[in-house]
């Protein structure tokens, strides 16, 4: 483009589409072939095989999600938690010590409490915003530091500059997971992560008809990834990987218009009476909204909150809902609501999710792409109790 640096959205249609289009398809085609013809290969992760993702549909998307984050390479997974785990696996061993944001997805949460120590790999969790802790915690054994753009389901955000800077200083590895900001919104990469993770089943895909996940950073961090991912087998097959090559076009318009209407769902609700509590980065109220304002490109789809009253008053409200799907996930076209508690966080003890800051009446709401006076006028009647 004569110097001029594309655009997200214009990476997200043309980064990484194969030149000469393939048999001058517009759209890539669908490579539904587990093996290919041997090209002289020496190095086993080379050969033609859709177990070690590199069909020409894998391909296609390591080399777009790598544009849109500004990363040297990317891998694509058959899920999000295949890309967290094998980037941790990827960077630890027997003996290591992870540093790890103390609110984290329940999967993520499981995996790093309950699984890893089982293979010698111990942790610490940490406040976000307390370097403080972070020093106190550093152990000679500790090899990396896991974060999330934005937690869920709290929406918090952690001192994501001051991260890189400590990491550095310590010899870290950095991983975030950005599935919340998406691309859009932020770019881990620009500011010195050295790893982007996402479960691109949310927002990259953004149709909920998609598992995936995707690591994003250096050609070598995401080499190491990719040889383990290898013996591991988590490859994400080739119609999985059209699906969300085609998700990813749209993924500029879905984000902002998600956006915007959750800002104007965030204000209605915090002016309910019946609300107790917000949390969502676009609002003033928010404890890190400056930092949102100065960090991100948009404050994003994902919101939670309370009302006032206890976990039965927060089942009433969500039977009465017409518009949004009581389900776990997010990031896709409908808009879904769950109480995290009792799904994406039930992996939690109640202890630990009150340390967490996760209460039993906390609801979580995904912003969909309906009409947002569709969505405030269904909230508003089903707050009426």
């Known amino acids: 483009m004569g110097g001029r640096e594309p655009s997200v959205d214009t990476k997200a249609i043309h980064a990484g589409e194969p030149r000469p289009r393939i048999g001058g398809a517009v759209a890539m085609p669908v490579f539904q072939s587990s093996t290919y013809d041997y090209q002289g290969e020496t190095d086993y992760h080379e050969i033609r095989y859709a177990r070690l993702s590199n069909s020409p549909n894998h391909l296609?998307?390591?080399?777009?999600?790598?544009?849109?984050?500004h990363g040297e390479a990317a891998l694509v997974t058959a899920s999000g938690?295949?890309?967290?785990?094998?980037?941790?696996?990827?960077?630890?061993?027997s003996g290591d010590h992870l540093l790890a944001q103390d609110c984290l997805y329940g999967g993520?949460?499981?995996?790093?409490?309950?699984?890893?120590?089982?293979?010698?790999?111990?942790?610490?969790?940490?406040?976000?915003q307390d370097r403080g802790a972070w020093e106190r915690a550093l152990r000679p054994g500790t090899k990396a530091i896991y974060v999330e753009t934005l937690t869920n389901p709290l929406l918090q955000i952690p001192d994501l500059e001051g991260i890189v800077r400590f990491a550095r200083e310590a010899g870290l590895v950095s991983i975030i997971d950005n599935t919340f900001a998406s691309p859009v919104n932020f770019r881990p990469l620009e500011i010195g992560f050295d790893l982007s993770l996402h479960s691109a089943t949310k927002y990259l895909?953004?149709?909920?008809?998609?598992?995936?996940?995707?690591?994003?950073?250096?050609?070598?961090l995401i080499e190491r990834i990719k040889h383990l991912h290898d013996h591991l087998g988590g490859a994400l097959d080739p119609h999985a990987c059209f699906l969300l090559h085609r998700?990813?076009?749209?993924?500029?318009?879905?984000?902002?218009?998600?956006?915007?209407?959750?800002?104007?769902?965030?204000?209605?609700l915090e002016s309910q009476p019946a609300v107790r509590r917000v949390n969502y980065p676009g609002l003033a109220s928010h404890a890190?909204?400056?930092?949102?304002g100065r960090l991100f490109d948009?404050?994003?789809?994902?919101?939670?909150?309370?009302?006032?009253?206890?976990?039965?008053?927060?089942?009433?409200f969500l039977a009465r809902l017409q518009i949004p799907i009581v389900a776990?996930?997010?990031?896709?076209?409908?808009?879904?609501?769950?109480?995290?508690?009792?799904?994406?966080?039930a992996g939690l003890s109640p202890d630990e999710r009150a340390a967490s800051g996760i209460s039993d009446a906390l609801i979580r709401l995904s912003v969909g792409l309906e009409d947002p006076d569709d969505l405030i006028h269904d909230i508003e009647q089903s707050l009426m109790d």
């Open 247 to 268: 998700g990813l076009k749209t993924l500029g318009v879905r984000v902002r218009r998600q956006g915007e209407s959750a800002s104007r769902i965030a204000g209605f």
């Open 298 to 316: 948009g404050y994003g789809g994902m919101l939670s909150f309370e009302l006032q009253g206890d976990v039965d008053r927060a089942e009433r």
């Open 328 to 345: 776990p996930s997010l990031g896709g076209v409908d808009s879904l609501i769950i109480r995290p508690a009792a799904a994406v966080h």
């Open 108 to 128: 993520t949460h499981g995996l790093i409490t309950k699984d890893l120590p089982g293979l010698g790999i111990e942790h610490t969790l940490i406040d976000r």
């Open 81 to 93: 938690m295949a890309a967290i785990s094998g980037a941790l696996l990827a960077v630890l061993r």
């Open 60 to 69: 296609a998307l390591h080399a777009k999600l790598a544009a849109l984050e």
């Open 205 to 220: 895909n953004g149709h909920n008809d998609v598992i995936a996940g995707a690591a994003i950073g250096s050609a070598a």
């Open 288 to 292: 890190e909204h400056e930092l949102a």
